[in-house]
């Protein structure tokens, strides 16, 4: 995978007959063993692995619990009830997809917002970059999908929101919801589309999660100063130092993750979807999956009208847009320096669009009404804000600290200056720079 | 490390700031006609099921069996729970046999197309006290009294900010019985002065979907029997009957609980290896 020459030679006769075949093992050992990554990664470069480690959980749970799973709305409240209390470890299994999902999307947020950080969707990496926003998006679609098959009071009300909004668009809105549900309204043909849906597109995450990792190999990473790899002082091996370094971050991550499925396995969701779906009784508040909420509330933020375009097209154009902005990240930026490290301002702007960020989820929790909807509005001004005035206004207009001639002294600079300080011990990614 | 925690303490008081505009905006409502329910949080009980080594009280679970079957199980069906798990509760084989069989089942059809009723098997579900749920509406005022299965995860009143983040570290979960033994206790409050109540409904300040619910005090105190010397009131019969179906809910919480705490060891342990390792790996290489 990596544009570099490759260092594998196989020992034993059987890896060279391999090698002149099929040379899978040689990719191998490019990909992940002698791959050189900088020798300055944080751990907030941890969470690629880490999303990759969930994917594959998600999968594997997710797959034991299709066996067991009726997709049929007379059945499949009472079938995932049936996985929680007679399937062997059936509550283990569905705890940690369920909270898998929510874990998958801590992590997505981490990893995204590690990249906009330290620049790292800056060229050469915007294929990169945008082949992450689709598995983003391709995840948000496997969630809500998923959030639908235990057919409770949430799945059914959510999937009625939610496919609600394409109706907005003018023209084949209503076609395309039509198309989505399977008929008038969220019921059987819904399910089923939804279940097999849920079940292909995970694998399809999958691929792009292979062409990301090949854009990756081949542009190499970014590192916390964000200049590019310009000696072999500059890099370690991938194997043993990313691996080891990754591992660690996995295991303290899978701790979190299993204190959250032992111990408080419901804290995520919501009570109303323990209740059976019934299309008669609508709950006092319909709230989505807490990693969609931040979009909930800049749909929701759009209460008025903006010449032709009506408050409700108006709210799902801005919660698309929310989504698309991304995309385009690399070409809105126009800093030359690349890391927020040696970015005073643009570090400030970024810490406030977290907050922000945040701030906007909570405001999804809330309902759409009163001081509620005032703050929606503002937070979703500086939402956009961020990305199509800060970032290419800023880059214009700031004077960035001075940079280090390359990564190796950046890190001799560092150790120097710094106190004797342990080794990777705390994950802050601005004074790892 | 200290810039990142200066950024989490700005997050907090921005978070807080706001919670509490919005906190004092909810609260200047409540009068004679609230608008936010339920008008008193519950009151949080200490369970004996909660906290990472929690497990059931078996004879606490076994009164509110007995509740259950003399009081609510009138009009709440629990049709997910099978009679064979009784047995969590402590009882013998013989003793679910001999349960189970006080209750009658369809069955069918038989040999001739016939449906017949018999006395239910351990391997049945408790079956409901209404044919469908259109009868259950019809018998009590037109709303069909909600399955008992769930109930204990179904309902939970909103901790609100901060709460829900401390709930995180004090693995707060237990917002369904506090919510059940609350609204069974909340009867005897009388409504404020001014507040209009809905006829043939029953005010109760912890209900959750309004200032008053259609079903009516439902415990009084020496109502059920008890064997083992408990008090027969109506706090204790509430808080038997919340944990009851807490079990009935999550049969499995004790085996959750017992096989997170050596995961919880082992990850801990583990992480410890994998971190002396990266430091070995990374001891000669300034990063």
Redesign the interface.
Known sequence: MSGGHSTYSPKTGIGRWIDARMPLPRLVHDSFVSYPVPRNLNYAYTFGGILSIMLVAQILTGVVLAMHYANDTTLAFQSVEKIMRDVNSGWLLRYMHSNGASFFFIAVYIHIMRGLYYGSYKAPRELLWILGCIIYLLMMATGFMGYVLPWGQMSFWGATVITGFFTAIPLVGEWVQQLLLGGFAVDNPTLNRFFALHYLLPFMIAGVVVLHVWALHVTGQTNPTGIEVKSKTDTVAFTPYATIKDGFAMVVFLAVFAYFIFYIPNFLGHPDNYIEADSLKTPAHIVPEWYYLPFYAILRAITFNIGPIDSKLGGVLAMFGSIAVLFVVPWLDTSKVRSAVYRPWYKLFFWLFVINAIFLGWLGSRPAEGAYVIMSQLATLYYFAFFLVIMPVLGLIETPRRLPNSITEAVLEKNKSGSAHPAGATAAPETRG | ????LN?LA??GF??AG??G??VA?EEANHAAEPTHFPIHKPKEMDWTFAG?FGTFDKGQLQRGLKVYKEVCSACHSMN?VAFR?LEDLGYSEAQVKAFAAEYEVQDGPNADGEMFTRKALPGDYFPSPFANSAAAAAANNGAAP?DF??IA????VERG?PTFVF??FT???S??PDYIHALLTGYDEQPPAGMEIAEGTHYNPYFV?GKSLAMAKPLSDGQVTYEDGSPETVEQYSRDVSAFLMWA?E??LE???Q???A??IF??L??GL??A???K???N???
């Open positions: 490390m200290k810039k990142i950024g700005a997050i921005l978070l706001t919670a505009v919005a905006a990472p997910l798990t909600p299965s769930l995860k179904a309902r939970g900010f709930d995180i693995m707060y979960a917002n369904g979907g809910a049969p499995h085996a959750r609980k096989t997170g705490f995961v919880m990850l801990v583990f992480a994998v971190y390792t990266k430091r790996v990374w001891a290489v300034a990063h």
